[in-house]
């Protein structure tokens, strides 16, 4: 059975107290209504990291993680936050690659496999984004963008390695544009990534993968996206930044 994992992605959003009553209300309410077995995420701004891990210790399937993190160990780098720093505050995933670092910062598919890397040395789990532009998709180069960002940030990984990641594929047009992918067009890749997965390493490897869908993920479009066979949970913006939402979404995949 693959894990399914759904992770709320605040961005840049929430002052500390908003933050706080958010997991709050949250731990709460998948206490009480979920009975499901996907691992819950919660990925704040990272300076909030440590408070949220401590805060749902006692929630077994409530986790935290980063939103980004260095390529490098430590050092001289200023601004910068490594992923032992996030597993020092009790972070268990980083996001690797969210379209919008690719976009505002820069960070190449070489870049993003040095990051996930980092995020493995420290035996965290890199959720490792990808996704086409609208202009790429209507051109229909989608799969050969899909492929380039899955192969250049990931193929260098061991199969024991792969193991510890999981893939959000994340339609840039469907980001934060109340746009979602159809279920056929989000299983149709998260399909194909598990047959390039098959293809580099092998059968366990591509079944193991959890792969989740990210773009306008609401409650209402959770129920028939999770029931798809190869969309294993769902990388979520928007709709965390309300509990009520967010819970719903979780429910949705029980
Ligand atoms: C995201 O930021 O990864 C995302 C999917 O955002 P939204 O759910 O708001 O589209």
């Known amino acids: ?29 998948i206490k009480d209504e979920y009975h ?4 819950v995420v919660i990925i704040p701004p990272s300076l909030y990291i ?25 050092g001289a780098y200023t601004g910068e936050i490594s992923a032992s720093m996030v597993k020092s505050c009790g972070g268990k995933y980083i996001i690797i690659g969210h379209s919008e670092r690719r976009q505002y910062f820069g960070e190449t598919n070489d870049w993003l496999a040095k990051k996930v890397d980092a995020v493995l040395t420290e035996s965290l789990n890199p959720i490792y984004c ?10 229909n180069v989608h799969f050969n963008v899909l492929k380039a960002q899955i ?27 109340g746009k979602t992918a159809s279920t056929e ?16 390493y092998n059968e366990t490897v591509a079944d193991h993968l959890t792969i989740q869908y990210g773009g306008s993920v ?9 029931s798809a ?10 709709a965390a930044l309300q509990s009520r939402s967010f819970a719903d979404i979780v429910k949705a995949m029980a």
């Not at 990808?130 to 051109?139: K, M, N, Q």
């Not at 998260?190 to 293809?199: D, K, S, V, Y």
Request: charge should be negative; glycine fraction near 8%.
């Open 130 to 139: 990808v996704g086409e532009t609208l202009e790429e998709r209507e051109s």
């Open 185 to 200: 067009q989000a299983q149709e890749v998260h399909a194909f990534i598990r047959n390039l997965l098959r293809e580099k």
């Open 1 to 29: 059975m693959r894990k399914k994992i759904i992770a709320g992605n605040w961005k840049m959003n929430k002052s500390f107290d908003e933050g706080m009553a958010l997991v709050s209300e949250l731990s709460n309410m």
């Open 218 to 226: 609401k409650a209402d479009n959770a129920v028939e996206l999770f």
């Open 50 to 74: 440590n408070s949220i891990s401590r805060m749902t210790a006692d929630f077994a399937n409530i986790s935290s993680g980063a939103q980004n993190c260095s390529n490098h160990s430590s």
């Open 151 to 177: 192969s250049e940030g990931l193929f260098h990984l061991s199969a024991e390695q792969m193991a510890n990641v999981v893939v959000a594929y994340e339609p840039v047009w469907a980001i934060g544009t």
């Open 229 to 238: 066979p190869d969309i294993d949970g769902a990388l979520v913006g928007g």
């Open 36 to 39: 499901g077995s996907a691992e």
